[in-house]
């Protein structure tokens, strides 16, 4: 049942989107929605790659789970799925989805002076002035940009490096949350994860690794996971929902005494990164206060909140494909991580292209997948979605 909800939910969204953009062009913003993207029948040069990687995956996947070098191997793994997908699109557009005017790497020429960046940035988030930030960049905390700035410095600058980096940072996930939860079982399903589709090229991707990161490092180094995820507030906004996963994380190691001390260790940590950009002339909430401005000055005002509100959720089922659907169930994980899409979802700040924002909370939903029976039967279904929506989607990220 709850696998024909999902199915008719995804059906409903693509139909009323179609509807949508044939009567009124340009409401939806989002051609192919609910996915952000262009209806197109394609393949590429990783169309044989991504096949025969699912093949192995689905034949080899469950029993490589209790490999002694499980982790690693899903690692790589993971890492040739995501580029396999990518190149469904073609190296061109890989290397180039995070160069355009709109993104971050468009800043990172014009940014030599960090602190004097950091004192002004809030002056330039809003738009309509001369010297106001891109799409992205205005829309996020300085640290995102700040990374390809630091990556540029060391002499690995441009669209290529950056969107091979984002690979590699965003499937860290697969390494955390099998380690965080204490269940390799669900390697197979995070190897195959149809969100991949959107972490080879998009800085979203990034920001699940990390923050994937932080919330494992929680369950062992408070303190350290704090400092993780203070970071992480400074990728994107969206990330301190990711409260309810810590919360999760650091309660993993019993009576409250020491949970207690756990947390008061990740907020030192967290609040120590929040004290040094604030001491740099960064303050977090006066950045999110006027994103708010900027959103609705922008693509947040015509979006429809109406068709949005449901329509993510749709996206949201094409991210964790129909194993992640069957394997939601009472759990801890998966009920903070549905805590923090909610509350993203009603905020009205996140209505399209949620199919990337939705990375760093999706991939928990995943952890129920450790419980499924006929593995490779889920996993079949995991590889059709991600290859279906690869070939049929031009997708933007």
């Known amino acids: 049942m709850r696998l024909v909800i999902a199915g008719l939910l995804v059906a409903a969204a693509v139909i009323a989107g179609f509807v949508l953009n044939a009567k009124y062009p340009g409401l939806t913003f989002a051609s192919a929605a609910p996915i952000f993207g262009e209806w197109d029948l394609h393949v590429g040069p990783g169309t044989p790659a991504a096949v025969l990687i699912a093949f192995l995956v689905v034949a080899k996947g469950p029993e490589l789970a209790r490999h002694r070098f499980a982790l690693p191997i899903a690692y790589v793994t993971a890492v040739a799925w995501t580029f396999s997908l990518a190149m469904i699109d073609g190296w061109e557009r890989f290397v180039t989805r995070l160069t355009t005017y709109h993104e971050y790497l468009h800043e990172v020429p014009g940014i030599t002076d960090v602190p004097a960046m950091l004192r002004t940035f809030t002056s330039r988030i809003l738009d309509y002035q001369p010297d106001s930030w891109t799409t992205h960049t205005s829309a996020h905390p300085p640290g995102a940009t700040l990374t390809f700035v630091a990556l540029d410095r060391v002499g690995l600058g441009g669209g290529t490096v950056a969107s091979i980096f984002c690979v590699l940072v965003g499937a860290l996930a697969v390494v955390a949350v099998p380690k965080a939860i204490g269940d390799n079982a669900v390697l197979p399903f995070l190897v195959l994860f149809p969100g991949a589709v959107w972490v080879g090229a998009s800085a979203d991707g990034m920001f699940m690794g990390v923050a994937a990161v932080g919330i494992y490092l929680l369950t062992r180094w408070p303190l350290l996971g704090g400092v993780v995820l203070g970071w992480s507030l400074f990728l994107s906004y969206g990330l301190v929902l990711l409260v309810p996963l810590a919360l999760v994380a650091v309660w993993q190691r019993g ?10 260790l990740a907020v030192a940590g967290a609040a120590a990164v929040v004290g040094a950009f604030a001491a740099l002339g960064f303050w977090w909430y006066e950045g999110y206060e006027l994103v708010k401005v900027r959103y609705y000055q922008g693509v947040g005002t015509p979006r429809p909140y109406w068709y949005w509100v449901w329509a993510n959720l749709a996206a949201l089922v094409l991210v964790i ?55 490779k039967r889920w996993l079949i279904a995991q590889a059709v979605t991600a290859l279906a929506v690869n070939h049929l989607i031009l997708t933007e990220w």
């Open 255 to 264: 009576e409250l005494g020491v949970t207690g001390r756990r947390i008061a």
């Open 321 to 375: 494909g129909p194993a992640g659907v069957s394997g939601l169930r009472k759990d801890k994980w998966i009920i903070a991580a549905g805590l923090a899409i909610l509350a993203a979802d009603l905020s009205g700040l996140s209505k399209a292209e949620t199919e990337r924002i939705w990375l760093p909370f999706a991939i928990w939903l995943l952890a129920g997948t450790a419980k499924l029976d006929h593995k």
